[in-house]
Each structure stands twice: as C-alpha cells, then as structure tokens.
C-alpha cells in the first residue's frame, strides 16, 4: 500500500519564497546595474555600492521576510492579510534612509525603486501562499 502526503504549508510557501527571493535579488541587480549604465551614480556617502550588493542585501532582507511569513502562517489568524499589511508597513520605512543618504537625487531614486522592485516581487508571491 502506498501512502500519498502533502507537503506542509510551510515547506510549499518556503519554496514558494525562496524562488521570490531568488527573481527579486537578480531584478534589483539588473534595475542598478541599468540605472548605471543610464549614468546614475552608485555612489552613496562618497563610497560606491557594488551591483551585487543589491541582490545580497535583498537576498538578507527576504530571507527575513520569509522568516516572518512563515511565523505567521503558524500563529497569526489571518496570516497573509497581516504579512501584507506588515511588509507594506516595513517597505515604506525601508525607504527612510535612501532619502536621508548623501547621494544626488537620480541615485535616490534608483535606491528606492529596487526596494519597490524587490517588494513587487516578494511579497504578492509570499502572501498568495499564507491563509487568508
């Protein structure tokens, strides 16, 4: 007799996160890296950021988002209505500090849209799998 399982919710919205991160660290790489190349400075505080620095730390600060999902879907009743309202929340903060940073206003900008970028991208695929 063969015994049929379902993945646990947390390992589906694990893989499901995990790929997010993935697509979102090499999407806000590729938006800093044509912001570069537009001739946008990367040069925050007189000391440049490197293109990879924008998937690695979208890769850390994903990864804690799907910390945070994944304890959610564990203990929160309505999980994936206050991921999203959480991620917003902490998304609109995360932008804070590239406006205060010593940059020109084109490279503010581009910081701030590979934030928006990364959260377009990890938070819609997060949340669809978190219970409603």
């Known amino acids: 007799m063969s015994v049929i399982t379902t993945p646990a919710p947390t390992t589906s919205l694990t893989i499901r996160g995990l790929a997010a991160t993935a697509v979102a660290a090499a999407a806000t790489a590729a938006v800093a890296a044509a912001g570069e190349l537009a001739g946008i400075s990367l040069i925050v505080n007189g000391a440049p950021i490197p293109v990879s620095g924008f998937a690695t730390l979208t890769v850390i600060f994903s990864l804690a988002g799907l910390v945070l999902a994944v304890a959610l879907a564990r203990w929160a009743r309505h ?54």
């Open 79 to 132: 999980a994936r209505k206050a991921f999203v309202r959480i991620t917003l929340a902490l998304t609109v903060v995360s932008l804070i500090p590239d406006v205060l940073v010593g940059a020109s206003v084109a490279t503010k900008m581009l910081l701030m849209s590979t934030h928006v970028v990364a959260a377009a991208i990890v938070i819609p695929a997060v949340a669809r799998r978190l219970s409603a």
